[in-house]
Protein backbone atom coordinates (compact mmCIF):
# COMPACT_ATOMS: atom_id res chain seq x y z
CA UNK A 1 0.00 0.00 0.00
CA UNK A 2 1.71 3.59 -1.13
CA UNK A 3 1.82 5.62 1.80
CA UNK A 4 1.12 9.33 0.58
CA UNK A 5 1.21 12.35 3.86
CA UNK A 6 -0.75 15.05 3.63
CA UNK A 7 0.64 18.38 4.78
CA UNK A 8 -3.09 18.99 6.93
CA UNK A 9 -1.65 15.74 8.86
CA UNK A 10 1.25 17.74 9.54
CA UNK A 11 1.55 17.30 13.76
CA UNK A 12 3.78 16.79 16.86
CA UNK A 13 2.44 12.70 16.20
CA UNK A 14 2.67 13.14 12.95
CA UNK A 15 5.60 11.61 10.80
CA UNK A 16 5.55 14.62 8.66
CA UNK A 17 6.11 18.04 11.32
CA UNK A 18 6.26 21.40 10.43
CA UNK A 19 7.60 24.01 12.52
CA UNK A 20 8.95 27.43 12.28
CA UNK A 21 12.52 28.10 10.59
CA UNK A 22 15.23 28.78 13.30
CA UNK A 23 16.22 31.28 11.88
CA UNK A 24 12.34 33.06 11.79
CA UNK A 25 11.58 35.91 14.17
CA UNK A 26 7.82 36.91 14.99
CA UNK A 27 7.65 40.52 16.20
CA UNK A 28 4.86 43.75 16.49
CA UNK A 29 6.36 46.63 14.59
CA UNK A 30 3.86 49.87 15.09
CA UNK A 31 1.42 47.03 15.83
CA UNK A 32 1.91 45.36 12.94
CA UNK A 33 2.68 41.34 13.16
CA UNK A 34 5.80 40.53 10.92
CA UNK A 35 8.41 38.14 10.27
CA UNK A 36 11.68 38.45 10.22
CA UNK A 37 13.82 36.11 8.00
CA UNK A 38 18.05 36.06 8.44
CA UNK A 39 18.63 33.16 5.58
CA UNK A 40 17.13 36.23 3.20
CA UNK A 41 17.66 39.27 5.50
CA UNK A 42 13.89 40.09 4.59
CA UNK A 43 10.83 41.48 6.95
CA UNK A 44 7.18 40.15 5.44
CA UNK A 45 4.21 42.04 7.24
CA UNK A 46 1.30 39.15 8.05
CA UNK A 47 -2.41 39.93 7.64
CA UNK A 48 -4.23 39.25 11.27
CA UNK A 49 -4.87 35.34 10.45
CA UNK A 50 -1.41 34.71 9.13
CA UNK A 51 -0.30 36.28 12.27
CA UNK A 52 -3.19 33.75 14.28
CA UNK A 53 -1.61 31.04 12.31
CA UNK A 54 2.28 31.83 12.95
CA UNK A 55 1.52 31.48 16.89
CA UNK A 56 -0.38 28.43 16.48
CA UNK A 57 2.47 26.74 14.39
CA UNK A 58 4.51 28.32 17.11
CA UNK A 59 2.70 26.58 20.08
CA UNK A 60 2.96 23.12 17.74
CA UNK A 61 -1.07 22.92 17.92
CA UNK A 62 -2.12 20.15 15.24
CA UNK A 63 -3.34 21.86 12.01
CA UNK A 64 -7.06 19.93 12.19
CA UNK A 65 -7.48 22.15 15.09
CA UNK A 66 -6.26 25.05 14.05
CA UNK A 67 -8.32 24.69 11.28
CA UNK A 68 -11.38 24.07 13.64
CA UNK A 69 -10.36 27.25 15.66
CA UNK A 70 -10.62 28.85 12.00
CA UNK A 71 -13.57 28.09 11.59
CA UNK A 72 -15.27 29.71 14.66
CA UNK A 73 -13.88 32.79 13.79
CA UNK A 74 -16.04 32.79 10.56
CA UNK A 75 -14.36 31.05 7.92
CA UNK A 76 -16.48 27.83 6.90
CA UNK A 77 -14.54 24.38 7.14
CA UNK A 78 -12.75 23.70 3.74
CA UNK A 79 -11.89 27.85 3.39
CA UNK A 80 -9.98 27.23 7.17
CA UNK A 81 -8.37 24.16 5.80
CA UNK A 82 -7.60 25.84 2.16
CA UNK A 83 -6.13 29.32 3.84
CA UNK A 84 -3.86 26.99 6.21
CA UNK A 85 -2.39 24.78 3.29
CA UNK A 86 -1.77 27.95 1.31
CA UNK A 87 0.11 29.96 4.30
CA UNK A 88 2.06 26.78 4.79
CA UNK A 89 3.01 26.23 1.25
CA UNK A 90 4.13 29.52 1.08
CA UNK A 91 6.00 29.91 4.08
CA UNK A 92 7.60 26.48 2.81
CA UNK A 93 8.35 28.07 -0.37
CA UNK A 94 10.42 31.63 1.67
CA UNK A 95 11.94 28.93 3.71
CA UNK A 96 10.01 30.36 7.00
CA UNK A 97 9.07 26.93 7.78
CA UNK A 98 11.10 23.82 8.02
CA UNK A 99 9.80 20.70 7.76
CA UNK A 100 10.98 17.32 9.16
CA UNK A 101 9.76 13.72 7.87
CA UNK A 102 9.62 10.56 10.04
CA UNK A 103 8.80 8.08 7.58
CA UNK A 104 10.04 4.69 6.46
CA UNK A 105 12.01 4.60 3.36
CA UNK A 106 11.80 1.13 2.18
CA UNK A 107 12.63 2.01 -1.37
CA UNK A 108 16.11 2.76 -2.72
CA UNK A 109 18.22 3.26 -5.45
CA UNK A 110 21.98 3.53 -5.96
CA UNK A 111 24.14 4.95 -8.85
CA UNK A 112 27.38 6.37 -9.65
CA UNK A 113 28.14 9.85 -11.37
CA UNK A 114 31.42 11.27 -11.45
CA UNK A 115 33.11 8.93 -8.95
CA UNK A 116 30.40 10.21 -6.25
CA UNK A 117 28.53 7.19 -4.96
CA UNK A 118 24.60 8.26 -4.87
CA UNK A 119 22.38 7.14 -2.34
CA UNK A 120 18.32 7.74 -3.47
CA UNK A 121 15.93 6.39 -0.93
CA UNK A 122 11.91 7.11 -1.29
CA UNK A 123 8.56 6.41 0.90
CA UNK A 124 7.06 4.76 -2.16
CA UNK A 125 8.52 1.98 -4.80
CA UNK A 126 6.34 4.24 -7.33
CA UNK A 127 8.69 6.98 -6.60
CA UNK A 128 12.13 4.92 -7.05
CA UNK A 129 10.34 3.57 -10.01
CA UNK A 130 9.90 6.68 -11.47
CA UNK A 131 13.50 7.48 -11.50
CA UNK A 132 15.19 4.65 -12.58
CA UNK A 133 15.45 4.61 -16.16
CA UNK A 134 16.94 8.61 -15.40
CA UNK A 135 20.52 6.67 -14.77
CA UNK A 136 22.59 4.78 -16.73
CA UNK A 137 24.71 2.48 -13.67
CA UNK A 138 22.32 1.11 -11.20
CA UNK A 139 24.25 -0.79 -8.78
CA UNK A 140 24.02 -2.12 -5.13
CA UNK A 141 25.19 0.47 -3.17
CA UNK A 142 28.40 -1.23 -1.05
CA UNK A 143 30.45 2.48 -1.09
CA UNK A 144 29.11 4.64 1.92
CA UNK A 145 27.11 7.09 -0.14
CA UNK A 146 28.76 10.49 -0.79
CA UNK A 147 25.35 11.66 -1.60
CA UNK A 148 21.74 11.45 -0.06
CA UNK A 149 18.32 12.20 -0.92
CA UNK A 150 15.09 11.10 0.46
CA UNK A 151 11.60 11.67 -1.29
CA UNK A 152 8.40 11.88 0.00
CA UNK A 153 4.99 12.07 -1.80
CA UNK A 154 2.23 14.58 -0.68
CA UNK A 155 -0.82 15.03 -2.25
CA UNK A 156 -0.01 15.36 -5.98
CA UNK A 157 3.66 16.62 -4.96
CA UNK A 158 7.05 14.96 -4.43
CA UNK A 159 9.11 16.65 -1.82
CA UNK A 160 12.80 15.37 -1.72
CA UNK A 161 15.68 16.92 0.53
CA UNK A 162 19.78 16.39 0.52
CA UNK A 163 22.43 16.22 3.00
CA UNK A 164 22.31 20.37 2.92
CA UNK A 165 18.63 19.37 4.52
CA UNK A 166 17.21 22.43 2.27
CA UNK A 167 13.48 20.98 0.59
CA UNK A 168 12.37 21.44 -2.42
CA UNK A 169 8.93 20.68 -3.99
CA UNK A 170 7.60 20.18 -7.55
CA UNK A 171 4.93 18.14 -9.15
CA UNK A 172 5.27 14.56 -9.15
CA UNK A 173 5.35 15.04 -12.81
CA UNK A 174 8.69 16.57 -12.73
CA UNK A 175 10.50 14.51 -10.15
CA UNK A 176 13.34 13.40 -12.32
CA UNK A 177 14.18 16.41 -14.20
CA UNK A 178 14.12 18.13 -10.72
CA UNK A 179 16.57 15.24 -8.77
CA UNK A 180 19.06 15.54 -12.30
CA UNK A 181 19.72 18.98 -11.56
CA UNK A 182 19.90 19.13 -7.99
CA UNK A 183 22.35 16.02 -8.55
CA UNK A 184 24.13 18.00 -11.45
CA UNK A 185 24.32 21.31 -9.04
CA UNK A 186 25.68 19.61 -6.60
CA UNK A 187 28.75 16.98 -8.06
CA UNK A 188 29.83 20.48 -9.83
CA UNK A 189 29.57 22.55 -6.06
CA UNK A 190 31.54 19.72 -4.28
CA UNK A 191 33.66 18.99 -7.19
CA UNK A 192 35.47 22.00 -6.74
CA UNK A 193 39.40 21.57 -8.49
CA UNK A 194 37.26 20.69 -11.83
CA UNK A 195 35.27 22.96 -13.75
CA UNK A 196 32.18 21.56 -15.74
CA UNK A 197 31.37 21.50 -19.61
CA UNK A 198 28.03 21.78 -21.59
CA UNK A 199 28.63 18.61 -23.96
CA UNK A 200 27.34 15.04 -24.47
CA UNK A 201 30.38 12.67 -23.96
CA UNK A 202 31.42 9.49 -25.77
CA UNK A 203 34.44 6.90 -25.60
CA UNK A 204 35.87 5.23 -29.38
CA UNK A 205 38.15 2.56 -27.79
CA UNK A 206 40.38 4.51 -25.30
CA UNK A 207 39.74 8.02 -26.80
CA UNK A 208 37.33 10.27 -26.11
CA UNK A 209 34.46 12.79 -28.17
CA UNK A 210 32.85 16.14 -26.22
CA UNK A 211 30.17 17.18 -28.80
CA UNK A 212 29.19 20.80 -27.37
CA UNK A 213 26.89 22.74 -28.47
CA UNK A 214 23.79 25.48 -27.19
CA UNK A 215 20.80 23.29 -26.95
CA UNK A 216 18.32 22.49 -29.63
CA UNK A 217 21.81 21.37 -31.30
CA UNK A 218 20.80 17.81 -30.80
CA UNK A 219 23.47 16.50 -28.63
CA UNK A 220 21.80 13.98 -27.02
CA UNK A 221 20.53 12.47 -30.50
CA UNK A 222 23.82 12.22 -32.16
CA UNK A 223 25.10 10.88 -29.39
CA UNK A 224 22.54 8.09 -29.14
CA UNK A 225 23.27 7.53 -33.17
CA UNK A 226 26.96 7.33 -32.27
CA UNK A 227 26.48 4.28 -29.65
CA UNK A 228 27.46 1.35 -30.81
CA UNK A 229 29.93 -1.40 -29.84
CA UNK A 230 32.67 0.59 -30.59
CA UNK A 231 31.81 3.36 -29.40
CA UNK A 232 30.54 4.23 -25.56
CA UNK A 233 28.40 6.53 -24.29
CA UNK A 234 29.70 8.99 -21.24
CA UNK A 235 26.96 11.34 -20.90
CA UNK A 236 24.31 14.04 -23.11
CA UNK A 237 24.72 17.23 -20.83
CA UNK A 238 27.55 18.13 -18.40
CA UNK A 239 31.46 16.47 -18.62
CA UNK A 240 33.64 17.27 -16.03
CA UNK A 241 37.38 18.53 -16.24
CA UNK A 242 40.13 17.59 -14.00
CA UNK A 243 42.91 19.38 -13.26
CA UNK A 244 45.00 16.80 -14.84
CA UNK A 245 43.15 17.32 -17.78
CA UNK A 246 41.04 14.18 -17.97
CA UNK A 247 37.47 14.02 -18.32
CA UNK A 248 34.25 12.32 -17.11
CA UNK A 249 30.63 12.58 -17.95
CA UNK A 250 27.70 12.65 -15.88
CA UNK A 251 26.09 8.95 -16.71
CA UNK A 252 22.68 10.25 -16.74
CA UNK A 253 20.83 8.78 -19.97
CA UNK A 254 20.36 10.70 -22.71
CA UNK A 255 17.62 13.50 -22.96
CA UNK A 256 14.80 13.18 -25.41
CA UNK A 257 12.85 16.29 -26.66
CA UNK A 258 9.49 16.35 -28.17
CA UNK A 259 10.94 17.67 -31.40
CA UNK A 260 13.00 14.14 -31.85
CA UNK A 261 10.36 11.63 -30.55
CA UNK A 262 9.22 10.55 -33.68
CA UNK A 263 12.98 10.32 -35.28
CA UNK A 264 14.32 8.12 -32.73
CA UNK A 265 11.09 6.09 -32.67
CA UNK A 266 12.31 4.58 -35.48
CA UNK A 267 15.56 3.54 -34.64
CA UNK A 268 14.22 2.82 -30.37
CA UNK A 269 10.79 0.69 -29.94
CA UNK A 270 11.09 1.62 -26.83
CA UNK A 271 10.69 5.23 -26.67
CA UNK A 272 7.03 5.16 -26.68
CA UNK A 273 6.69 3.07 -23.55
CA UNK A 274 9.34 5.95 -21.66
CA UNK A 275 7.60 8.26 -19.35
CA UNK A 276 7.10 11.77 -20.16
CA UNK A 277 8.25 13.65 -17.19
CA UNK A 278 7.49 17.91 -17.37
CA UNK A 279 11.28 20.29 -17.04
CA UNK A 280 11.12 23.22 -15.22
CA UNK A 281 10.98 24.80 -18.24
CA UNK A 282 7.64 23.72 -19.81
CA UNK A 283 9.70 21.23 -22.22
CA UNK A 284 8.32 17.53 -21.77
CA UNK A 285 11.04 15.15 -21.97
CA UNK A 286 11.54 10.90 -21.70
CA UNK A 287 14.79 9.22 -20.50
CA UNK A 288 16.24 6.60 -22.57
CA UNK A 289 18.56 3.55 -21.16
CA UNK A 290 21.83 2.93 -23.06
CA UNK A 291 23.32 -0.45 -22.61
CA UNK A 292 27.01 0.46 -23.96
CA UNK A 293 28.39 3.13 -21.28
CA UNK A 294 31.31 4.22 -19.92
CA UNK A 295 32.18 4.91 -16.33
CA UNK A 296 35.82 5.84 -15.70
CA UNK A 297 37.69 9.16 -17.21
CA UNK A 298 38.99 9.52 -20.28
CA UNK A 299 41.39 11.47 -22.56
CA UNK A 300 39.73 14.01 -24.89
CA UNK A 301 40.70 12.91 -28.52
CA UNK A 302 38.18 15.42 -30.26
CA UNK A 303 36.09 18.31 -29.82
CA UNK A 304 33.19 18.59 -31.69
CA UNK A 305 31.24 21.92 -32.14
CA UNK A 306 27.54 21.09 -33.27
CA UNK A 307 26.09 23.81 -35.71
CA UNK A 308 22.35 22.24 -36.85
CA UNK A 309 21.27 23.86 -40.41
CA UNK A 310 18.23 22.44 -41.98
CA UNK A 311 18.93 21.42 -45.35
CA UNK A 312 23.00 20.88 -45.50
CA UNK A 313 24.96 18.06 -45.80
CA UNK A 314 27.67 16.98 -42.82
CA UNK A 315 30.64 18.81 -43.15
CA UNK A 316 33.27 19.27 -40.62
CA UNK A 317 35.62 22.03 -40.11
CA UNK A 318 38.74 22.40 -38.77
CA UNK A 319 38.84 25.11 -35.78
CA UNK A 320 41.68 27.06 -34.37
CA UNK A 321 42.83 26.61 -30.40
CA UNK A 322 42.25 30.04 -29.96
CA UNK A 323 38.59 29.75 -31.21
CA UNK A 324 37.71 26.69 -29.66
CA UNK A 325 38.99 27.54 -26.37
CA UNK A 326 37.06 30.89 -26.00
CA UNK A 327 33.87 28.50 -27.38
CA UNK A 328 34.26 25.81 -24.56
CA UNK A 329 35.01 29.13 -22.01
CA UNK A 330 31.79 30.10 -23.09
CA UNK A 331 29.96 26.84 -22.07
CA UNK A 332 31.72 26.19 -19.04
CA UNK A 333 30.80 26.45 -15.22
CA UNK A 334 32.65 26.56 -12.03
CA UNK A 335 31.95 25.56 -8.36
CA UNK A 336 32.88 29.63 -8.07
CA UNK A 337 30.90 30.54 -10.71
CA UNK A 338 35.07 31.28 -12.48
CA UNK A 339 37.24 29.32 -14.59
CA UNK A 340 40.41 29.13 -12.29
CA UNK A 341 43.78 29.62 -13.85
CA UNK A 342 44.10 25.48 -12.83
CA UNK A 343 40.96 25.28 -15.01
CA UNK A 344 42.57 27.44 -17.69
CA UNK A 345 45.81 25.36 -17.47
CA UNK A 346 43.33 22.03 -17.80
CA UNK A 347 41.70 23.40 -20.21
CA UNK A 348 45.00 24.71 -22.45
CA UNK A 349 45.67 20.50 -22.15
CA UNK A 350 42.93 18.84 -23.74
CA UNK A 351 42.52 21.48 -26.72
CA UNK A 352 46.27 21.20 -27.46
CA UNK A 353 46.05 17.71 -27.88
CA UNK A 354 42.56 17.28 -29.33
CA UNK A 355 41.35 17.60 -32.85
CA UNK A 356 39.12 20.73 -33.06
CA UNK A 357 36.17 20.82 -35.46
CA UNK A 358 32.92 22.49 -36.30
CA UNK A 359 29.97 19.90 -37.67
CA UNK A 360 27.52 21.37 -39.93
CA UNK A 361 24.43 19.17 -40.51
CA UNK A 362 20.95 18.66 -40.43
CA UNK A 363 20.30 14.99 -40.01
CA UNK A 364 21.83 12.71 -36.83
CA UNK A 365 22.47 9.95 -39.27
CA UNK A 366 24.31 12.16 -41.87
CA UNK A 367 26.47 13.35 -38.96
CA UNK A 368 26.88 10.07 -37.02
CA UNK A 369 28.61 8.26 -40.52
CA UNK A 370 30.35 12.21 -40.57
CA UNK A 371 31.87 11.73 -37.03
CA UNK A 372 32.69 7.38 -37.16
CA UNK A 373 34.74 8.34 -40.29
CA UNK A 374 36.79 10.43 -38.51
CA UNK A 375 36.58 8.45 -35.48
CA UNK A 376 37.94 5.67 -38.29
CA UNK A 377 41.07 8.31 -39.31
CA UNK A 378 38.87 9.63 -42.82
CA UNK A 379 37.10 12.91 -42.73
Known amino acids: ?33 VLFSEKSQQIYELNQISAYLWCKLLDQNKFETIADELSELGLGREQARSVLSQALQQWLDMELVEMEWRL ?58 NCRKSITRCPITSLAPAIK ?9 QDQPDFA ?24 TLALQLVSDECRYCGDDVVMISPSGLAQGLLFAPTIKPGTWETISKARDDLS ?6 RADGIRVRYLPVADVHTGS ?3 EWIIFLNRVDGTSAELKPLGQIESMQRVINGSFAANGKLSLAGFAALKKIIGGAGLFELTYAEAADAGRKLRGLCNGFS
Open 273 to 278: HATAHD
Open 197 to 220: LHAASLVFGYKGMLLCGQPGTGKS
Open 1 to 33: MTFRPDLMESGPDSPILLRPAADASFALIDDRP
Open 298 to 300: FEV
Open 104 to 161: PFASALQTRLAQRAISIRASNEALIKSLELLFCDLSPGRDQADITIEIVEVGDEALFR
Open 181 to 189: ADLTERIIL
